[in-house]
């Protein structure tokens, strides 16, 4: 069993800042999956925002293109979300994903909060 534990969110103003991470737990390895991180907004369907393959090739939404950046701490197990010039329609859960390609096992970490608002 893979568990991820996502911290790091919270509330910040139109503007700010916030650097997600997922942890992953210490009996797996994530150097071979696919990371990503998705949002659900209140009421609306769980829509991946970025991604980042074991090679560390990344794909990003069109919405947050040029303000957010996934990167990836193989050794620390530890996937990052730096999440610049925040917008109110960024407001969401925000959950961790991880997929492993020769297996296709995919595992939700439990979502983090995150609210952009004055």
């Known amino acids: 069993q893979v568990q991820l534990v996502e911290s790091g969110g919270g509330l910040v103003q139109p503007g700010g800042s916030l650097r997600l991470s997922c942890a992953a737990s210490?009996?797996?390895?994530?150097?071979?999956?696919?990371m990503g991180w998705y949002r659900q907004a209140p009421g609306k369907q769980r829509d991946v925002v970025a991604a980042?393959?074991?090679?560390?090739?990344?794909n990003y939404a069109d919405s947050v293109k040029g303000r957010f950046t996934i990167s990836r701490d193989n050794a620390k197990k530890t996937v990052y979300l730096q999440m610049n010039s925040l917008k109110p329609e960024d407001t969401g859960v925000y959950y961790c994903?991880?997929?492993?390609?020769?297996?296709?096992?995919?595992?939700w970490g439990q979502g983090t909060q995150v609210t952009v608002s004055s």
């Open positions: 210490r009996s797996i390895s994530i150097r071979i999956a696919r």
């Open positions: 994903n991880a997929h492993f390609p020769i297996s296709g096992n995919t595992y």
């Open positions: 980042i393959t074991s090679v560390g090739d990344t």
